[in-house]
């Protein structure tokens, strides 16, 4: 149960991680002087991460065991917090890249852990998934609250850089409970890991290692549950991330209140997350999603259409409400229809695509967004929406399951 809860909480880290960013980018903006566009590397730089470590994890799960793996995530997100109140624009970017690649490695096998619980996986997926929502929903409370009251009080340091200090604290937290829960694994060797150098089993295991992916990506299934989540995630990144912006640019609102509005579609993803799990597992995960990716639909053309703020901030967090499960349930069938023998493997390449997605949307929307507006948000979260929803439909039927 430990081990449950440190891995809900890697996920708790990673939720108040990215949460903060959209309301802090219009003082970033201010602060670095730089426009949308530049904005747009911070994404980037989180895609780079994530495919960089959609290549190395296979590679490094070969030679390192679980609790090593997590270790090593959770180092490097601790590493990344500690630079960001001190950095310039340029290292504040490469931040992102090391957050992104410790996030790929402790989220993914984290979630592939859980996956493998044989008590109702289905139910710990929702709640690890949970608590990343429930990390969305406080970031920004955290953020705006931080910087509107730090911002006359530090001279040295401008007020939003502030809110990394506190996440210095929480990745601490992070750290050391990898090492207490994982500690069996932390320092366990892998078999063959006791082998000499220059006998060839390093070789062999990493032959083997790419051989299994190279099968993978050989799988429809693979593909379609890939680009199912980096579509999904690429349209919750991108509304979640721009959403402040666009109403304080698009639809005149304060800056000091509209950076509470991800806390509303955050805190409707959470609670998508805890009630909505059980009705979508037992009326038919498949079906299920198909009909919130239609209402998602329809409650982005209210934001989009209509100029109201109150109105398009309820919209928003019925939206998160209604992706609150897609998560959780598209991991679920991924544990059903991926091979048991490569099923670590393949979860952590669809994490990883998944939140590359989450990662290089945003980026295009921000460059769009230097020369045709921040309105360009809307047509770019709708399209994702329904080419999401396309990528499921397409997902083979489940096989019965057995539990």
């Known amino acids: 149960m430990y081990k449950l809860v440190v891995a809900g909480f890697s996920f708790f880290c990673a939720g108040v991680n990215d949460g903060t960013l959209g309301p802090l980018i219009p003082r970033m903006l201010t602060t670095f002087q730089i426009g949308t566009g530049e904005i747009a590397i911070i994404y980037g730089t989180t895609f780079a991460g994530w495919l960089f470590a959609a290549v190395t994890n296979p590679l490094l799960t070969a030679h390192l065991t679980l609790g090593q793996l997590l270790g090593l995530g959770a180092l490097l997100q601790l590493l990344s917090q500690c630079l960001r109140p001190w950095s310039p624009f340029p290292l504040f970017c490469l931040t992102f890249f090391l957050q992104a690649v410790g996030m790929a490695y402790q989220d993914s096998h984290s979630n592939t852990f859980v996956s493998g619980l044989k008590n109702v996986p289905h139910r710990w997926l929702s709640f690890i998934h949970a608590c990343y929502a429930l990390g969305t929903f406080i970031g920004p409370l955290a953020a705006t609250g931080i910087a509107n009251t730090t911002q006359s009080r530090y001279g040295a340091v401008e007020g939003w850089r502030m809110v990394y200090f506190v996440l210095v604290g929480i990745a601490v937290l992070n750290m050391a409970g990898v090492m207490s829960a994982f500690k069996d694994t932390f320092w366990q060797k892998l078999p063959g890991s006791?082998?000499?150098?220059?006998?060839?089993?390093?070789?062999?295991k990493n032959k083997v290692a790419l051989q299994e992916m190279t099968g993978l990506l050989k799988l429809k299934v693979v593909w379609l549950l890939s680009l199912f989540?980096?579509?999904?995630?690429?349209?919750?990144?991108?509304?979640g991330g721009w959403v402040v912006e666009f109403l304080t640019t698009a639809r005149g609102g304060e800056l000091s209140r509209m950076g509470y509005v991800p806390a509303g579609y955050a805190g409707g993803m959470f609670l998508g997350r805890i009630l909505l799990a059980e009705p979508t597992f037992r009326l038919g995960e498949q079906r299920?999603?198909?009909?919130?990716?239609?209402?998602?639909?329809?409650?982005?053309?209210?934001?989009?259409?209509?100029?109201?703020?109150?109105?398009?901030?309820?919209?928003?967090?019925?939206?998160?409400?209604?992706?609150?499960?897609?998560?959780?349930?598209?991991?679920s069938v991924a544990s059903k229809v991926f091979p048991r023998n490569a099923q670590a493997a393949?979860?952590?390449?669809?994490?990883?695509?998944?939140?590359?997605?989450?990662?290089?949307?945003?980026?295009?929307?921000?460059?769009?967004?230097?020369?045709?507006?921040?309105?360009?948000?809307?047509?770019?979260?709708?399209?994702l929406i329904v080419a999401g929803g396309v990528c499921w439909w397409?997902?083979?039927?489940?096989?019965?399951?057995?539990?």
Request: charged share 10%.
């Open 394 to 403: 397409m997902i083979p039927k489940i096989p019965d399951r057995s539990e």
């Open 346 to 383: 393949a979860l952590g390449f669809v994490f990883v695509v998944a939140q590359a997605g989450g990662a290089i949307f945003p980026s295009i929307t921000g460059v769009i967004a230097t020369s045709a507006g921040v309105a360009v948000l809307q047509p770019i979260v709708l399209a």
């Open 288 to 331: 299920m999603l198909l009909i919130y990716s239609a209402l998602c639909v329809a409650l982005q053309l209210v934001f989009w259409l209509q100029p109201n703020i109150i109105a398009s901030a309820t919209a928003l967090s019925l939206m998160g409400f209604l992706f609150g499960p897609f998560f959780a349930t598209g991991m």
């Open 194 to 204: 006791g082998s000499r150098p220059g006998d060839g089993s390093s070789d062999r």
């Open 229 to 239: 989540y980096f579509f999904e995630l690429g349209a919750w990144f991108t509304a």
